[in-house]
T-cell receptor, first 116, second 112 residues
Framework: KAGVTQTPRYLIKTRGQQVTLSCSPI?????VSWYQQTPGQGLQFLFEYFSETQRNKGNFPGRFSGRQFSNSRSEMNVSTLELGDSALYLCASSFSPTGVAKNIQYFGAGTRLSVL | DAKTTQPPSMDCAEGRAANLPCNHS???????VYWYRQIHSQGPQYIIHGLKNNETNEMASLIITEDRKSSTLILPHATLRDTAVYYC?????????????FGKGITLSVRP
């Protein structure tokens, strides 16, 4: 079974631009969560989607948004990029949403975003 | 904030058991202990989880103390490919706030 696929793997943008990252979950998984990883802050939760609905949200500004499609694929968008948005963005999928017993999240390899 | 404390790093010799400690003294009765690891430049990988009984799978064993205030992840025969950052996480397994909260983790270095 294929794992979680994130595209692109690497991305370079300049300040003020916007970016869209894509995540294809494991087949049959309906929950997708997004995380940001930086050397200073570590791994931080962004948001979670299940059945096209945002179920949970971390403490990030409104410039960070996401959505999920009917096939469970998810996209994350960051508008008006800042230098501090440079990070590894990770997507994780699970069969059931967080809040259901024994939810195990499986992570993709991430998209490394560099903002110049 | 993460509810666990782990030493920043440890090392072990290849082929020996690696015992990774984790303190979670404020753990609640309904919180599980999860372990993930992250090999450089890859996404975190699920290893194992447990509530109060010891657990074993093909990757590792998880030993949880009787008072549940600490646990140990055991890699029985460490290899060079086990060099990674290991995260110990406590989370409720239900409810809207059962997201994974990662701390700084422990860096395990396996030496030849």
């Amino acid at each position: 079974k294929a794992g979680v696929t994130q595209t692109p793997r690497y991305l370079i943008k300049t300040r003020g631009q916007q970016v869209t990252l894509s995540c294809s979950p494991i087949s049959g998984h309906r929950s997708v969560s997004w995380y940001q990883q930086t050397p200073g802050q570590g791994l931080q939760f962004l948001f979670e989607y299940f059945s096209e609905t945002q179920r949970n949200k971390g403490n990030f500004p409104g410039r960070f948004s996401g959505r999920q499609f009917s096939n469970s694929r998810s996209e994350m968008n960051v508008s008006t990029l800042e230098l501090g948005d440079s990070a590894l963005y990770l997507c994780a999928s699970s069969f059931s949403p967080t809040g259901v017993a024994k939810n195990i999240q499986y992570f993709g390899a991430g998209t490394r975003l560099s903002v110049l | 904030d993460a509810k666990t404390t782990q030493p920043p790093s440890m090392d072990c010799a290849e082929g020996r058991a690696a015992n990774l400690p984790c303190n979670h003294s404020t753990i609640s009765g309904n919180e599980y202990v999860y372990w993930y690891r992250q090999i450089h430049s890859q996404g975190p990988q699920y290893i194992i989880h447990g509530l109060k009984n010891n657990e074993t799978n093909e990757m590792a064993s998880l030993i949880i103390t009787e008072d549940r205030k600490s646990s140990t992840l055991i890699l029985p025969h460490a290899t060079l490919r086990d060099t990674a950052v290991y995260y110990c996480i406590v989370r409720v397994d239900y409810g809207a706030n059962s997201k994974l909260t990662f701390g700084k983790g422990i860096t395990l270095s396996v030496r030849p």
